[in-house]
């Protein structure tokens, strides 16, 4: 009988992946490869490419002892045609094979590379996650306005996750009302748990520090788990020491601490080393114990049944054009220092710094710095996406895109926020220290020293005054700006404009 191939590609490092469940160990043969194509095709962070590349060793590793052939092509291989399709190519004809199991890529990109392959490619649903596309899609099917909380209380149901009969525990589905509250700097905080580079780690180190010399990002030290056992390990320490304090601190930024109580389980997770049912039943199991309130587990919770599976849906159900949305035309090209160039902005140069040197920020540093900066400032949204895909080791599209794209810049007019995530400095002022250290005064509404997020807030919603003015949810907004004297009004719009200027100047802002 002719031979199969099974292809395992760099984010499916599960044992339970569909394609190796559907597979016939004894006749078919697994192909995973480290190719240029999937590593260049937007400069991933150094540390990005080695966590990747190290997790995939290692399970070609354990596949091979739980009894698979494995045919694993490394990045230097002189024979590496440094494409999938072209390795599944060279493969079938060494093997003889005809067809191909695959389990559907994270990115339509890969889907269409693989859909149109000269060889048969079969894609599996990839079962790694609590809703399937027909439940998500049937979810969706005739409703105006696609909210995730709705779905995330679907899911409560579905999984029964945090529920007391048919109610949710706590008495309440959603605490995040409980959740915003800025974080001391006196506090001890164990942080995630660090690994030290093994063998396997160290050879891959030595080839990302060859081959990409000049990816922006720093390689060491590198701390990451990049097997299961690693990243269980760092779960049940995040469980243990972070998750109590979680919800209370989830919006909190310090400029001495760049974890908090996050989880930074985001790599393991989206690389198949962790599952997500497991990760919730294993919080539930903190909170129905006593060790962990129900504001911290339902508000961790609902970040991985909610959130994750919510922009997964709406990544597949929106289509391949939907990272190169632009509903509000922002064309601005993205300023310098997201790629560590200079800027005055401390809370700016902190979330860029700790992005360099841990291809990691937590939510709110995505959200309400580098994206809210981005947002107000006008900038090409399709760039910006390209920027995050790239800086995050967590990062893959169908993840990253909603909410870089939908949540962050709006850019899918409104599909995924029902307003824009913008704010001025007074959030970032209340939620974090980085004001203390800033050239700009946070207080100061207008003139040279005054925040930029405060200038640009309200030119923002000038600019886009016919879209949003009748929204809602920013009606208040738009009356403060109308109550504003008209003399403060135009100091307003004139320092906003000579940010911009300074921008489009490449002058340092
Ligand atoms: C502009 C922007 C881009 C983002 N890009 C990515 C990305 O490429 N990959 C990614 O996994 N997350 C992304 N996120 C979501 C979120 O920032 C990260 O999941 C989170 O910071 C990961 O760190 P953590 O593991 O410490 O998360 P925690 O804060 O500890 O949360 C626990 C888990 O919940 C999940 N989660 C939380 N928020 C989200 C969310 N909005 N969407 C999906 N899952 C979520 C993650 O799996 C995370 O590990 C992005 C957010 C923004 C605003
Ligand atoms: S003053 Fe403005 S620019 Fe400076 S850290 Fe605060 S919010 Fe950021």
Redesign the pocket.
């Known amino acids: 009988m002719v031979s199969r191939l099974v292809l395992v590609l760099g984010d499916q490092v599960s044992p339970g992946l569909s394609a190796l469940q559907e597979a016939d160990k004894a006749r078919d043969l697994v192909v995973m490869a480290e190719v240029m194509g999937e590593a260049a095709y937007v400069r991933h962070h150094p540390k990005k490419i080695a966590f990747c590349l190290a997790a995939m060793r290692k399970f070609a590793a354990r596949l091979e002892r739980d009894g698979w052939r494995v045919a694993y092509t490394r990045l230097d291989d002189a024979e590496n045609s440094q494409s999938i399709v072209g390795e599944l190519l060279r493969r079938a004809e060494a093997e003889g094979a005809d067809s191909v199991l695959a389990t559907e890529p994270g990115e339509w990109r890969l889907i269409e590379a693989l859909s149109h392959a000269p060889i048969k490619v079969r894609q599996l649903p990839d079962t790694r996650f609590i809703a399937s596309h027909a439940e998500f899609d049937a979810w969706a099917e005739g409703r105006k306005s696609l909210r995730m909380e709705y779905f995330y209380r679907e899911m409560r149901r579905k999984t029964g996750l945090l529920m007391e009969g048919d109610d949710p525990a706590g008495g309440k589905w959603n605490f995040d009302h409980d959740n915003r509250k800025p974080a001391s700097d006196d506090l001890f905080r164990e942080g995630p748990l660090k690994f030290d580079p093994d063998e396997t780690v160290n050879a891959v180190l030595d080839l990302v520090e060859r081959r990409f010399p000049d990816n922006f990002g720093r390689l060491r030290p590198f701390w990451f788990a990049t097997d299961a056992d690693q990243a269980n390990t760092a779960l049940d320490h995040f469980l243990e020491h972070a998750l109590p304090c979680f919800g209370d601190y989830q919006d909190a930024m310090l400029e001495g601490d760049r974890f908090l109580y996050h989880a930074v389980i985001s790599p393991y997770l989206n690389a198949g080393l962790l599952d997500p049912l497991d990760i919730c039943r294993r919080a539930e199991a903190e909170y129905r114990a006593g060790r962990a309130p129900i504001n911290a587990v339902e508000g961790f919770i609902r970040q991985i049944l909610g959130w994750r599976e919510y922009v997964r849906g709406i990544y597949y159900r929106e289509g391949p054009d939907y990272p190169r949305r632009n509903a509000l035309n922002h064309q601005r090209k993205l300023p310098d220092f997201y790629w560590g160039g200079e800027t005055r ?4 140069a902190h979330a860029v710094a700790q992005t360099r040197d841990e291809a990691y920020a937590h939510h709110i540093q995505r959200l309400m710095v580098t994206g809210n900066f981005a947002l107000l400032a006008g900038v090409n949204p399709t760039e910006l996406h390209e920027w995050y895909l790239a800086v995050y080791a967590d990062a893959y599209e169908w993840v990253e895109a909603p909410n870089t794209v939908g949540m962050s810049q709006f850019a899918d007019g409104g599909i995924i926020a029902s307003k824009p995530y913008i704010s001025s ?1 007074n959030y ?2 209340k939620m974090s220290d ?2 203390r250290g ?1 050239a ?3 207080t100061q509404k207008t003139g040279a020293g005054a ?3 405060n200038l640009l807030y309200w030119g923002f919603l000038d600019r886009h005054r016919d879209r949003f003015q009748g929204n809602p949810r920013m009606a208040q907004m738009y009356r403060t700006w109308d109550r504003m004297a008209a003399d403060r009004r135009a100091a307003v719009l004139d320092g906003a404009q000579a940010i911009l200027d300074r921008l489009s100047a490449g002058e340092t802002v």
Do not use: A, R
């Open positions: 902005m401390n809370c700016v400095g970032i002022s980085y004001c800033c700009y005064k946070v925040c930029p997020f």
